[in-house]
């Protein structure tokens, strides 16, 4: 039984690690399969770019326009961007969510995935730069928001607090998968630090809302889709109400919340919700890398 068919073995490999540092700005496709051949399906390609092909960041020496040709290349397309161990910066968590959107549009529909901090790296020594379990769970969820399809965590060797968040994580992404993966709607917050998106599943709303700052905010959140009724907070036994397709809630500093509107047609105003919570309680320079370790992809 091969992988492919959801046994044990091979599902694909990689071409060169940030291919795109070592190639020229009009590389060609055809050099590019002269110098690693695609993958035979069933098995897939997989590339991690750096950072550069994200706007805010500053473009290699020889410029961004390889990066359509890789795009094609691959079958799946991720990167790396670490605010805190190579930006040396406590206040860009934000453009962890703008960057994957923008790798999203570059990918043109392909899945997408995004290498998460974790551990010190040797560029930023200073330790309030250290990735703690709180910066994990809010750069990995600012993926998600952003469109990610799947997540890594980078460098392996991180604390046992890391360990639990990132345990936490995987579990609550796995168990939002076909929510995470379904048809995305548009949602709005006020506050630009408050990083947003939703997608609908069966007529039910989910509405992923991150604080990508380091202070409390409160923020009024506004989708069409939501009807003026409450919706559940998952994991958090609480919820929120909705009025005029909007709704507000506070952020702590980095805070996550995922919001959850019961499928509504045909809805009357006393009409009862249902529960979501869980059934279980500068330019950045390149850095070598160690083994990294791989989070859940989503199917």
Same mark, same amino acid.
């Given at each position: @039984?091969?992988?492919?068919?959801?046994?044990?073995?091979?599902?694909?490999?990689?071409?060169?690690?940030?291919? /795109?540092?070592?190639?020229?700005?009009?590389?060609?496709?055809?050099?590019?399969?002269?110098?690693?051949?695609?993958?035979?399906?069933?098995? #897939?390609?997989?590339?991690? #770019?750096?950072?550069?092909? &994200?706007?805010?960041?500053?473009?290699?020496?020889?410029?961004?326009?390889? &990066?359509?040709?890789?795009?094609?290349?691959?079958?799946?397309?991720?990167?790396?961007?670490?605010?805190?161990?190579?930006?040396?910066?406590?206040?860009?968590?934000?453009?962890?969510?703008?960057?994957?959107?923008?790798?999203?549009?570059?990918?043109?529909?392909?899945?997408?995935?995004?290498?998460?901090?974790?551990?010190?790296?040797?560029?930023?020594?200073?330790?309030?730069?250290?990735?703690?379990?709180?910066?994990?769970?809010?750069?990995?969820?600012?993926?998600?928001?952003?469109?990610?399809?799947?997540?890594?965590?980078?460098?392996?060797?991180?604390?046992?607090?890391? /360990?639990?968040?990132?345990?936490?994580?995987?579990?609550?992404?796995?168990?939002?998968?076909?929510?995470?993966?379904?048809?995305?709607?548009?949602?709005?917050?006020?506050?630009?630090?408050?990083?947003?998106?939703?997608?609908?599943?069966?007529?039910?709303?989910?509405?992923?809302?991150?604080?990508?700052?380091?202070?409390?905010?409160?923020?009024?959140?506004?989708?069409?889709?939501?009807?003026?009724?409450?919706? /559940?907070? &998952?994991?958090?036994?609480?919820?929120?109400?909705?009025?005029?397709?909007?709704?507000?809630?506070?952020?702590?500093?980095?805070?996550?919340?995922?919001?959850?509107?019961?499928?509504?047609?045909?809805?009357?105003?006393?009409?009862?919700?249902?529960?979501?919570?869980?059934?279980?309680?500068?330019?950045?320079?390149? @850095?070598?890398?160690?083994?990294?370790?791989?989070?859940?992809?989503?199917?």
């Amino acid at each position: @039984e091969t992988a492919a068919e959801g046994g044990g073995g091979v599902v694909g490999w990689h071409y060169p690690d940030e291919w /795109d540092n070592g190639l020229p700005s009009d590389v060609t496709a055809a050099t590019l399969q002269a110098t690693a051949a695609p993958a035979t399906p069933p098995l #897939l390609s997989f590339l991690t #770019l750096t950072n550069h092909f &994200y706007s805010y960041a500053a473009p290699l020496p020889q410029g961004r326009g390889m &990066y359509p040709v890789l795009a094609q290349a691959a079958n799946v397309l991720g990167f790396d961007l670490y605010p805190l161990q190579v930006w040396c910066r406590a206040d860009a968590f934000g453009h962890v969510y703008e960057s994957q959107r923008e790798l999203v549009q570059l990918a043109a529909g392909k899945p997408t995935y995004q290498w998460i901090e974790a551990a010190p790296m040797e560029h930023c020594p200073q330790p309030e730069l250290a990735p703690t379990a709180q910066t994990v769970r809010a750069e990995s969820w600012l993926a998600i928001a952003g469109g990610a399809t799947a997540i890594g965590y980078f460098p392996n060797g991180w604390t046992e607090g890391i /360990d639990q968040e990132i345990t936490r994580t995987d579990r609550e992404i796995q168990e939002l998968a076909p929510a995470l993966l379904a048809m995305p709607v548009t949602a709005q917050s006020d506050q630009p630090a408050i990083k947003v998106s939703a997608r609908i599943l069966n007529g039910a709303v989910y509405v992923i809302a991150v604080n990508s700052s380091n202070a409390l905010v409160p923020a009024k959140i506004g989708l069409p889709e939501l009807y003026d009724d409450k919706l /559940d907070v &998952y994991d958090e036994h609480r919820q929120v109400q909705a009025a005029g397709g909007a709704f507000t809630d506070v952020f702590e500093p980095l805070q996550v919340h995922v919001y959850i509107a019961a499928p509504q047609l045909g809805k009357t105003e006393s009409a009862a919700t249902t529960s979501f919570d869980r059934f279980e309680e500068p330019e950045p320079p390149t @850095e070598p890398k160690p083994e990294p370790g791989f989070g859940p992809v989503l199917p």
